[in-house]
C-alpha cells in the first residue's frame, strides 16, 4: 500500500475534515499518513518511504527532498508552488503538480470586490451608518468607475479572468506581463504595457495576480509607490511578499496611494499591533480569496484526480517541471 504524506499548517487550517481524501484514498489503495510538525526532520523521517506528499504553504526544502526514496509526486493544494524547491525536485526526478484551476472565478471576484469596496469606501460608511451618521462628507473624495484603468500584473488564469468583471464597470484594462504573448492581449483587448513602470504610471486600481519568484519579491517597493497616482488603489490576492509590507504602510500613510485592499500578507496570520491592521485606508482579508463552497469541493477533487493518476502511472495534469519528461518514462 503507497505511502501519503498530507502536512503543511495551512492544509490543516483549511480542512477541517479529511473524510473525502480518506475515502478516495482507500478506494485507490493508498494510505494517508499526516504530518502537523512544522519540523523538518519530523517531515524526513515519514517522507522516506513514502510515495508522495500533498501540502500548502509548507516549505519543501531540497534537504527534504534528498531524503525521499520513494516520492513520485509533490502536489500542492494550492495555486502557488513557491515553497517547494522546484530545482532539488527536478534533479531528483520528481513531478511536482500544483491545482491551478480550483479557484480562478472565487480569486478574481474577490479582488474586484476589494478595488470596489475600497474605492468607494464602503468599509469607512459601514460603521458610519451603525452610529446612525447619515453624512457622507468624511468619504470625500469618490470617483466614478467608468473609463478609469485597471492595471494587471500577471495575465495568467487570474488575471484574464479579471479583465471581463472590470470591463463590466466600464474600466479601461492594461495589463504587465513579459511572459505572455501578445495574441493573449489582443484576443483579450487588454493594452499591453511592456514596462511595469509604464502600468504603474497609469493604473488607476492596480491588481496583482503574479506568481512568486525571485523577480516578483518585493516587486512593489517604495520605488513602485513613487511611481503611482496618490489616487491609486493596489490589490494583492497574490502571494504576500510581492509587495514589500513595509513601503505599504509608508505610501499609505504618507498619502502616496489612496488606498489597499490586501488579502496576503508577509507573514501569516499577523501579529495584532501590525500596522498594516490600524489603517483606515486599507482592507484586510485573511487570505480568503480563494474560498467558495464550490473551489472548496473542486481543490479536494482536483487534487485527489491528479494524486491518484499519477501514482496509476499517468502524466501529471498541471506540471511545473515538465523538463523531468526528459528523464523519466510516463504514459
Request: charged share 30%; aromatic share 8%; hydrophobic share 40%.
Given at each position: 500500500?503507497k505511502?501519503i504524506?498530507?502536512t503543511?499548517?495551512?492544509?490543516?487550517?483549511k480542512?477541517?475534515s479529511f473524510?473525502y481524501?480518506e475515502?478516495r484514498a482507500a478506494?485507490?489503495g493508498?494510505?494517508?499518513?499526516?504530518?502537523r510538525s512544522?519540523?523538518?526532520?519530523?517531515?524526513i523521517?515519514?517522507v522516506?518511504?513514502?510515495s508522495a506528499?500533498?501540502?500548502?504553504?509548507?516549505?519543501?526544502?531540497s534537504e527534504?527532498?534528498?531524503?525521499m526514496?520513494?516520492?513520485?509526486l509533490?502536489?500542492?493544494?494550492?495555486?502557488?508552488?513557491?515553497c517547494?524547491?522546484?530545482?532539488a525536485?527536478?534533479?531528483?526526478?520528481?513531478?511536482?503538480?500544483?491545482?491551478p484551476?480550483?479557484c480562478t472565478?472565487e480569486?478574481a471576484n474577490?479582488a474586484?470586490?476589494?478595488?470596489?469596496?475600497i474605492?468607494r469606501?464602503?468599509h469607512?460608511?459601514?460603521?458610519?451608518?451603525?452610529?446612525?451618521n447619515?453624512?457622507?462628507?468624511?468619504t470625500?473624495?469618490?470617483?466614478?468607475?467608468?473609463d478609469?484603468?485597471l492595471?494587471?500584473?500577471?495575465l495568467g488564469?487570474?488575471?484574464r479572468?479579471i479583465v471581463?468583471?472590470?470591463k463590466g464597470?466600464?474600466m479601461?484594462?492594461a495589463?504587465y506581463d513579459?511572459y505572455?504573448?501578445?495574441d493573449?492581449?489582443?484576443?483579450?483587448?487588454?493594452?499591453?504595457?511592456y514596462?511595469?513602470e509604464?502600468?504603474?504610471?497609469?493604473?488607476d486600481?492596480?491588481?496583482?495576480h503574479?506568481?512568486l519568484t525571485?523577480?516578483t519579491f518585493?516587486m512593489?517597493?517604495d520605488?513602485?509607490?513613487?511611481?503611482m497616482?496618490?489616487t491609486?488603489?493596489i490589490i494583492?490576492?497574490a502571494?504576500g511578499v510581492?509587495?514589500d509590507?513595509k513601503a505599504l504602510?509608508?505610501?499609505l500613510?504618507g498619502?502616496?496611494?489612496?488606498g489597499?485592499g490586501?488579502?496576503v500578507?508577509?507573514k501569516?496570520?499577523?501579529?495584532k499591533?501590525?500596522?498594516?491592521?490600524?489603517?483606515?485606508n486599507v482592507i484586510v482579508?485573511?487570505h480568503?480569496?480563494?474560498y467558495s463552497?464550490e473551489?472548496?469541493?473542486?481543490?479536494?477533487?482536483q487534487g485527489m484526480d491528479e494524486?491518484?493518476?499519477?501514482?496509476?502511472?499517468?502524466?501529471?495534469?498541471?506540471?511545473?517541471?515538465?523538463e523531468i519528461f526528459?528523464m523519466r518514462n510516463?504514459?
Amino acid at each position: 500500500m503507497k505511502k501519503i504524506i498530507f502536512t503543511g499548517f495551512r492544509v490543516f487550517m483549511k480542512f477541517k475534515s479529511f473524510e473525502y481524501f480518506e475515502k478516495r484514498a482507500a478506494e485507490a489503495g493508498l494510505k494517508i499518513v499526516y504530518v502537523r510538525s512544522e519540523n523538518d526532520e519530523d517531515l524526513i523521517k515519514e517522507v522516506r518511504d513514502a510515495s508522495a506528499i500533498v501540502l500548502i504553504a509548507r516549505n519543501i526544502t531540497s534537504e527534504i527532498i534528498d531524503s525521499m526514496e520513494k516520492c513520485e509526486l509533490i502536489l500542492t493544494l494550492s495555486v502557488g508552488y513557491d515553497c517547494v524547491d522546484l530545482n532539488a525536485a527536478t534533479a531528483k526526478k520528481i513531478p511536482v503538480c500544483n491545482t491551478p484551476a480550483y479557484c480562478t472565478d472565487e480569486v478574481a471576484n474577490h479582488a474586484m470586490t476589494l478595488i470596489l469596496t475600497i474605492a468607494r469606501k464602503i468599509h469607512l460608511i459601514m460603521p458610519n451608518t451603525r452610529d446612525a451618521n447619515w453624512e457622507y462628507v468624511y468619504t470625500k473624495p469618490i470617483y466614478n468607475y467608468k473609463d478609469r484603468t485597471l492595471g494587471i500584473i500577471g495575465l495568467g488564469k487570474i488575471g484574464r479572468a479579471i479583465v471581463q468583471k472590470a470591463k463590466g464597470f466600464g474600466m479601461r484594462v492594461a495589463a504587465y506581463d513579459p511572459y505572455v504573448d501578445d495574441d493573449i492581449f489582443r484576443i483579450k483587448e487588454v493594452d499591453r504595457k511592456y514596462e511595469l513602470e509604464d502600468l504603474l504610471k497609469e493604473a488607476d486600481y492596480i491588481t496583482i495576480h503574479a506568481p512568486l519568484t525571485p523577480e516578483t519579491f518585493h516587486m512593489i517597493d517604495d520605488s513602485a509607490f513613487e511611481i503611482m497616482k496618490e489616487t491609486a488603489v493596489i490589490i494583492n490576492t497574490a502571494r504576500g511578499v510581492i509587495i514589500d509590507e513595509k513601503a505599504l504602510c509608508r505610501a499609505l500613510e504618507g498619502g502616496k496611494i489612496a488606498g489597499a485592499g490586501i488579502d496576503v500578507l508577509e507573514k501569516e496570520p499577523p501579529a495584532k499591533d501590525s500596522p498594516l491592521l490600524a489603517l483606515d485606508n486599507v482592507i484586510v482579508t485573511p487570505h480568503i480569496a480563494w474560498y467558495s463552497e464550490e473551489s472548496f469541493e473542486r481543490d479536494m477533487v482536483q487534487g485527489m484526480d491528479e494524486l491518484i493518476s499519477v501514482l496509476d502511472g499517468h502524466r501529471p495534469r498541471y506540471i511545473v517541471n515538465p523538463e523531468i519528461f526528459g528523464m523519466r518514462n510516463l504514459t
